[in-house]
């Protein structure tokens, strides 16, 4: 099922593009040509909305394009309204979280023989086991 949420597209002075998703507490990423914008914002809306289903948060609805006013949002971000537009972004969650989010990939790795022996007498689950260090080592 397609979620489809407005979003305000800004061109910059250095031709990068910002985007923002007023409806999502001002969710914003930004990319580096119109068509990387867009990606990015397709991405930028199935995480956040992934996130939430995840986390059992309740997500507003989506304003009609008509109810966003692009001069209102770029007046308080201070970015200059004749260099943007509104679009609408839609992505199917269930499928894109599958795609990006979900999969496993396969690694390969070396390990002492001695270890190796070790971990399998005791049951040990390799996977479990990487996933939980790098978790680890990625939030210190």
């Known amino acids: 099922m397609l979620s489809i949420y407005p979003a305000c597209f800004f061109k910059e002075a250095d031709n990068k593009y910002s985007v923002i998703f007023p ?3 001002w969710l914003s990423t930004c990319g580096d040509s119109i068509e990387d914008a867009l990606s990015m914002a397709v991405d930028c809306l199935a995480g956040y909305l992934y996130t939430c289903q995840k986390n059992n948060e309740n997500v507003p609805a989506p304003s009609s394009i008509k109810d966003i006013s692009l001069d209102t949002i770029a007046t308080e971000l201070q ?4 260099q943007g ?3 609408m972004v839609s992505v ?3 499928a894109y979280a599958k ?7 396969k690694k390969t790795l070396t ?3 001695w270890l190796n022996k070790a ?6 689950n390799f996977s479990q ?4 260090a790098l978790i680890a080592k990625i939030k210190a």
């Open 119 to 124: 971990a399998l007498e005791q049951g040990i």
């Open 85 to 87: 537009f509104v679009n």
């Open 92 to 94: 199917d969650v269930p």
């Open 79 to 82: 970015l200059d309204s004749l």
């Open 99 to 105: 795609e990006h989010f979900e999969r496993s990939v």
């Open 129 to 132: 086991v990487l996933q939980e």
């Open 111 to 113: 390990i002492p023989a």
């Open 23 to 25: 409806d999502l507490n």
